[in-house]
């Protein structure tokens, strides 16, 4: 017989098994009863169970908002043209003033030099030509007249009215901080009512509208006060133009056409100049850079705004959202903001602003709060209350059961489960007011 090297394998496996147990390998192998291993039965779960409980239903609003400064300017060029220049970047702090971005006015600059270079020969000549002058006596009433006018001016002083402007400011700024104060501590107290929240709110808006009131009467005294020295500064002129011309009536020196020529040569430069300021974007305020939508090269649209400037101080929550949504909200509405995933920095906050219109060119979402600690581009977790029902009976939804337009919920009683019709009232992700079909303390068998 031929054997295999499997079959031989196997023939020796089963003498070495038959040697062990001192039987032979057949009958060993054969007479060997089989060994039965249990499974276990899991356990039956449990079913999940929920008890009716009375208190408040809230439906909440949240969305998330960018800790930015209040007040913004957007700045576009007042004509359009190739951008030249950036000279700040998004962060940046600049004052006012400050020349942030230019056009390519190459074309312009290299006019102006020539302008001006035409400007000063106008005025060459005029210094140096000589003339005839209709009358002396004129000259001397002119000049008579010029000194009059000068003494008018200064009779006419708008200081007062710059003094009274400084004076209103430092009140409407103590008044501010009065109502700044009040306002802290009214959120800042977890029993303060929302009335008492919302009256120091209304307080601060109106310290705040007296402080845009008074910056406003101070900038229209310190604009008078620069109305004024430009005043001042041209009645002197005239009494000088006046003077010289008295001068040269009585040595005879005058020329029309280089007067003439030089009030050309000036106008000329005055509107260069002007053509170049309209190419320029300068800083209206002292704050920081918050947006730039144009670089070197950009083709830049006359008005379209280019560069954002926000006022450092104050800071507020501006969200985007949409219009509907929006209109679930009023001004006035206290709610809860924190930083995102920073839930130990939650505090009161209220609704500063919402859009009137669809149309309304800022579509924004104004929540104004009180985080002294957190910096300019956080983004701010805001939960607003819609509506809330207080002291009623509520269950999760996970209690609550549908089939076919039927509500009900499936209660434990001591003779076992049964089916409860039930009628809802508002519901949120977490609640469910419960209207009638059960009492409160009454268990519920989840779905």
């Given at each position: ?32 009863p ?26 909440q ?18 004509t ?5 220049r ?5 962060g940046?702090?600049?004052t ?15 006019s ?12 060459a ?27 008018s ?7 007062q ?28 107290r ?9 009256q ?5 808006l ?13 900038g229209?005294?310190?604009q ?5 020295q ?8 005239a009494?000088?133009d ?8 009585r ?8 007067a003439?020529a ?9 509107q ?13 305020i ?5 947006e ?10 006359a008005?379209?705004p ?6 450092l ?19 006035g509405?206290?709610?809860v903001?924190?930083?995102l ?12 602003r919402?859009?009137?219109t ?35 009976l ?27 019709d039930i009628?809802i009232g ?14 409160a ?6 779905t």
């Amino acid at each position: 017989m031929t054997y295999t090297r499997r079959t031989f394998v196997v023939l020796l496996f089963g003498s070495l098994l038959a040697a062990c147990t001192g039987q032979p390998g057949a009958e060993s192998a054969q007479n060997i009863p089989p060994t039965s291993t249990p499974i276990p039965t899991p356990p039956a779960l449990a079913p999940t169970t929920y008890t009716v409980q009375r208190g408040d239903v809230t439906n909440q609003y949240e969305f998330q908002g960018r800790w930015l400064p209040r007040d913004q300017n957007a700045l576009g060029f007042e004509t359009g043209g190739t951008v030249r220049r950036v000279l700040v970047r998004r962060g940046d702090t600049v004052t006012a003033g400050q020349l942030l971005a230019d056009l390519d006015i190459t074309d312009l600059e290299e006019s102006l030099a020539s302008a001006q270079l035409q400007l000063d020969a106008a005025q060459a000549a005029a210094a140096d030509e000589s003339g005839s002058v209709n009358s002396i006596v004129d000259a001397e009433l002119a000049l008579a007249n010029a000194n009059l006018s000068l003494e008018s001016t200064r009779n006419n002083s708008p200081w007062q009215q710059s003094q009274n402007a400084r004076l209103g400011l430092e009140t409407a700024q103590r008044q501010l901080e009065q109502a700044q104060r009040a306002y802290d501590d009214a959120i800042s107290r977890p029993d303060s009512p929302a009335s008492s929240v919302d009256q120091a709110y209304q307080g601060l808006l109106a310290a705040q509208e007296g402080m845009r009131s008074a910056q406003i009467s101070l900038g229209s005294a310190g604009q008078a006060w620069a109305n004024y020295q430009v005043q001042l500064e041209q009645a002197e002129n005239a009494v000088r133009d006046a003077e010289i011309r008295l001068e040269r009536a009585r040595t005879g020196a005058n020329s029309t056409e280089d007067a003439q020529a030089l009030q050309t040569a000036q106008l000329r430069v005055d509107q260069i100049q002007a053509d170049i300021a309209r190419s320029s974007l300068y800083a209206p305020i002292d704050g920081v850079v918050l947006e730039i939508a144009i670089q070197p090269g950009d083709q830049a649209t006359a008005y379209k705004p280019a560069i954002t400037v926000g006022r450092l101080q104050p800071l507020e929550a501006i969200a985007n959202v949409t219009y509907t949504d929006a209109q679930m909200m009023g001004v006035g509405l206290v709610g809860v903001c924190s930083v995102l995933n920073q839930p130990e920095t939650a505090v009161q906050c209220i609704v500063r602003r919402v859009p009137l219109t669809p149309n309304d060119a800022d579509q924004t979402v104004r929540v104004a709060a009180t985080l002294p600690d957190v910096p300019s581009g956080q983004i701010i977790q805001i939960a607003m209350p819609l509506e809330t029902r207080t002291n009623v009976l509520w269950l999760p939804p996970t209690a609550i059961r549908t089939f076919q337009n039927r509500i009900f919920v499936v209660l434990q009683t001591s003779e076992g489960q049964r089916r409860a019709d039930i009628q809802i009232g508002l519901q949120t992700d977490e609640r469910v007011e419960i209207l009638s079909g059960v009492n409160a303390g009454d268990v519920v068998v989840g779905t």
